[in-house]
């Protein structure tokens, strides 16, 4: 079993950053796929970005190309997701997930374990 924990959710004004964390505990952290997903009141989970279990390859939605960048320090067992430009748009609960399979996707229900979410709050 994976435990994973998001911090550094918050409220900013248009135009700022937030940089989110997910610390990963109780698994082989460098063997799953990661993904940051986020769900608004009255929407469906959304699909943010995802990284490999490497590193080496990530993949970003179309709403938050060239904003959002995520990464992973697999000897700190976290995965970052660095969120630029930020828009009134992208107030919702994020979550991260780790995917056993290893590799990148934005099917949620490819990803086994989940955290509680953190809440991003983008003030216009």
């Known amino acids: 079993q994976v435990q994973l924990v998001e911090s550094g959710g918050g409220m900013v004004q248009a135009g700022g950053s937030l940089r989110l964390s997910c610390a990963a505990s109780?698994?082989?952290?460098?063997?799953?796929?990661m993904g940051w997903f986020r769900q608004a009141p009255g929407k469906g989970r959304e699909f943010v970005g995802g990284i490999n279990w490497s590193g080496s390859t990530t993949y970003d939605a179309d709403s938050v190309k060239g904003r959002f960048t995520i990464s992973r320090d697999n000897a700190k067992n976290t995965v970052y997701l660095q969120m630029n430009s930020l828009k009134p748009e992208d107030t919702a609960v994020y979550y991260c997930a780790a995917d056993p399979g290893g590799w990148s996707t934005p099917d949620q229900y490819k990803y086994d374990f989940w955290g509680q979410g953190t809440q991003v709050t983008v003030s216009s």
């Open positions: 109780g698994g082989t952290f460098s063997m799953y796929a």
